[in-house]
Structures are given as C-alpha cells and as structure tokens.
C-alpha cells in the first residue's frame, strides 16, 4: 500500500525544514543540503525571451512643418495605429463628405510628436506640404503593414536579389 506525504507549509509555498546530515535538528531550508542537488536535464528548455514590441518610430520630414511663427518642425515620432485609430475618423464629417480627408485625420491621431509642437492634430498635418503628406502616408503604411510591403525577389537578366515596395493600398484602408 502506497502513502502519501501529509503537505505541510512547503506544500504551500512555505520553505520547510530541511534534516541536518547525521540527524539531530533539523537545519533551515536556506542551509546548503548535505548532497549536491541533481543537475538540470540537458534538455530542459530556458525560459522564453520576452520581447518589447516597438509601439513608436521616429521620422524626418522631407521639408517639415512651417508652424505660425515660421519655425520649420522635421523631427517626429509615430506610434503604431490602433483599430480606434481607423474607425473613428470614419465618423468625422469632413470624412464623410470627402474621402481623402481620411488621411489627414488619421495622421493626426498617431503622430505623437513633431519637433517642438506642443500638440499634433489634424489641423496641423492639413496645412503640411504635399510631400510631407506623401511621406507620412508611406511611413504610416511601413510601420502598420510589420514589413510586409517589402518583397524580395530575382533580377531575370542577372540574377541578383533585391527588395521591391509592394505597398499601394490607400492610407487607412487594410
């Protein structure tokens, strides 16, 4: 017949006394044990290497933002988009009347910083230059799309590996 140990507080996540070598007292669990503990199995898997994902990525404007004072704004951050982000300029009205306001609108929730403005909303993306707005479009497609815009593929004449930007879908649209 088989018995089982009672549990005690180790069983509990309390350490327990440990037995000294030869009897007597029992010695604290945070003693050293009289035998060396068995090693680990050669297999035995590490834990997973938790990874950050990047949420931010900064950018630089190709000829920057002109704010009222005349100070030209380059340097900026965007964050990755959230659903929210995509669904809610769909109820704006200047949306809704005219689709390509979609962009702007969009751009305007997730640039998180664009030089020194103290705030970054869609009034300020509307009265940025064209190629400004172009890029911003581009870069929020990069970073949302994790890499999949890119393809690698085979020059037919000589062979040679290069990348090609598969990317055409209009901002806001998966």
């Not at 990069?142 to 209009?170: D, K, M």
């Amino acid at each position: 017949m088989r018995r089982t140990a009672a549990r005690g507080p180790a069983a509990a996540g309390v350490p327990a006394a440990v037995p000294a070598a030869g009897g007597g007292e029992p010695a604290p669990a945070s003693a050293p044990a009289p035998f060396p503990a068995a090693a680990a199995p050669a297999s035995a898997v590490p834990p997973p290497v938790q990874q950050r994902l990047q949420t931010e990525f900064p950018f630089e404007l190709p000829r920057g933002y002109v704010d009222e004072a005349g100070v030209v704004h380059r340097d900026g951050v965007m964050r990755l988009s959230t659903a929210r982000d995509e669904l809610v300029p769909l109820r704006d009205i200047r949306v809704q009347e005219n689709p390509a306001y979609l962009s702007v609108v969009l751009l305007g929730r997730v640039i998180t910083r664009l030089g020194t403005l103290p705030l970054v909303h869609d009034g300020v993306v509307e009265n940025m230059f064209a190629s400004d707005l172009a890029f911003l479009q581009d870069f929020y497609r990069q970073i949302n799309a994790e890499g999949h815009t890119r393809a690698t593929v085979e020059c037919p004449h000589c062979a040679e590996p290069f990348e090609v930007e598969l990317g055409g879908s209009r901002l806001g649209e998966s």
